[in-house]
């Protein structure tokens, strides 16, 4: 369906049909930080990974950035590999909302740092109860650094502190290109309330630089898209198509 790559030569990749989706950014905040900015108001905090929560994380996955599939080995393997501690966060007698990963390091001072590597949250009020379980380990941590695409691409965290005293470092993108239109749209996540069809023309890769005609159909969230003769009301390139 889509094939990618991660490589400091953005522009030469691009000429070959991929292209970078989002930027990339590792963050790191001061615990005390989060601690005078978040609440956690009455969530559960339980440890460990269950069944349930790898579903949530299924499942926001491809509300934001397509459908990322961890085959059955992923979690015992990252978990052992990085000393990572998980928890879980639910109000009480509710479904999991929200799954965090976490493991610790050495500051380069003193003391340690929290390092998240999964930060998976269904609601606003869950990330910002994730956020407050971080803050509260302001005696143990100066610290938490956010891995590079840990956190969704939504301002929970910048528009909820009080300091903006956070730092980003930029990395080398992911980049996309697509093999299969059909199947990459078909696994695409898709609002399950939206119900449209809409006549697209992709440029197909050859030297005449031809574009090919497809109908973009999606139906309380399932889609296809199929060859047509319909004029398009949008033209992408491929690599416009791999962002999209």
């Known amino acids: 369906m889509i094939s990618t790559i991660v490589t400091s030569s953005t522009g030469y990749a691009r000429r070959l049909g991929w292209e970078a989706p989002v930027n990339v950014f590792a963050w790191a905040v001061a615990t005390d930080d989060l601690k005078r900015s978040f609440t956690g108001e009455d969530f559960v905090i339980e440890h460990g990974l269950t069944g349930e929560s790898e579903a949530l994380q299924q499942q926001l996955a491809r509300q934001w950035n397509g ?4 085959p059955a080995w992923w979690t015992r393997w990252k978990q052992g590999k990085s000393n990572l501690t998980a928890y879980r ?32 949250a269904s609601t606003q009020p869950t990330a910002a109860a994730m956020l407050a379980f971080l803050g509260r380990h302001n005696t143990r941590a100066r610290t938490v650094e956010f891995r590079r ?4 691409p ?3 965290l910048l528009q909820g502190l009080h300091h903006h005293r956070a730092t980003a470092e930029a990395w080398h993108p992911w980049m996309l290109r697509i093999l299969d239109i059909s199947e990459a749209i078909r696994l695409r996540g ?10 697209i023309e992709i440029e197909i890769e050859d030297e005449a630089g031809n574009w090919g005609r497809w109908m973009f159909q999606v139906n309380a969230g399932a889609a296809e898209i199929i060859p047509t003769h319909v004029e398009g009301q949008v033209s992408l390139t491929r690599c416009q198509l791999a962002v999209w």
Request: hydrophobic residues 40%; without cysteine; proline residues 9%.
């Open 89 to 120: 966060f639910a109000r009480p007698g509710h479904s999991t909302a929200g799954v965090l990963t976490l493991a610790t390091k050495r500051h380069e001072r003193h003391g340690m740092s929290l390092v998240v590597h999964d930060f998976w």
């Open 154 to 156: 939504y301002p929970a």
């Open 67 to 70: 459908p990322v599939h961890r």
């Open 190 to 199: 898709w609002p399950t309330y939206l119900t449209t069809a809409v006549p």
């Open 149 to 152: 695409g840990a956190l969704l």
